[in-house]
């Protein structure tokens, strides 16, 4: 059963901020909240991740709900070069596991 | 620069021939890599957790015998399909879990097989 909930797809104005929703309502004490992306035809690669406060490092930022039953990664100011598709996640963070994707949404940043 | 490389990028090979895909972890030692598959517009599906110096673990409907998985080093694990077929044709990832920092997942580039 997948753990997260988002949007299949969404357009977003190059230079604009990109705000992407993710729910996460069954989500455990110890379940952090990892974002991931895979632009085409490569590997995906690892943008940020938190557990209940707010984080933010150069890429993106991550707002999580005082519930935690949801969060948004927020790309500032979007490129053509952020088109991807972007996974949320929710794991514990414990131990050498691996991390099981859903369907990510599919961002497309338009000139 | 990388953490994960995986060689080679991509293969065209005949149907029923065997294909071995590398997978190296650059920064770290790996003693677990995993292996996933992923086919036009879906998403990785999980298919194998290679163990440095004993057997792979294989997720449910991956056949061990057809995806022969080898992790002989602590930065080396090997996937080869055997005897390849067209529904073989996948985009294969291979990735390593650094158990530091951010206990981050690092991807490699990734391998596109074709079989024809």
């Known amino acids: 059963d997948a753990k997260t909930t988002q949007p299949p797809s969404m357009d977003c104005a190059e230079g604009r901020a990109a705000n992407l929703p993710c729910n996460h309502s069954?989500?455990?004490?110890?379940?952090?909240v990892y974002w991931y992306r895979q632009i085409h035809s490569q590997g995906p690669q690892y943008i940020i991740h938190g557990l209940k406060n707010n984080e933010t490092n150069e890429m993106a930022s991550l707002i999580i709900t005082e519930d935690r039953k949801s969060s948004t990664l927020i790309l500032p100011h979007a490129t053509l070069r952020d088109t991807a598709v972007y996974y949320c996640?929710?794991?514990?963070?414990?131990?050498?596991?691996?991390?099981?994707f859903g369907k990510g949404t599919r961002l497309s940043v338009i000139a | 620069g990388a953490v994960v490389s995986q060689h080679p990028s991509r293969v065209i090979c005949k149907s029923g021939t065997s294909v071995k895909i590398e997978c190296r972890s650059l920064d770290f030692q790996a003693t677990t890599m995993f292996w996933y598959r992923q086919f036009p517009k879906k998403s990785l599906m999980l298919m194998a957790t290679s163990n440095e110096g004993s057997k792979a673990t294989y997720e449910q409907g991956v056949e061990k015998d057809k995806f022969l998985i080898n992790h002989a080093s602590l930065t080396l694990s090997t996937l080869t399909v055997t005897s390849a077929h067209p529904e073989d044709s996948s985009f294969y990832i291979c990735s390593v879990r650094r158990l530091a920092g951010h206990n981050e997942q690092f991807f490699g580039p990734g391998t596109r097989l074709t079989v024809l």
């Open positions: 996640i929710v794991e514990t963070n414990s131990g050498n596991t691996p991390l099981v």
């Open positions: 069954t989500i455990s004490g110890n379940e952090y």
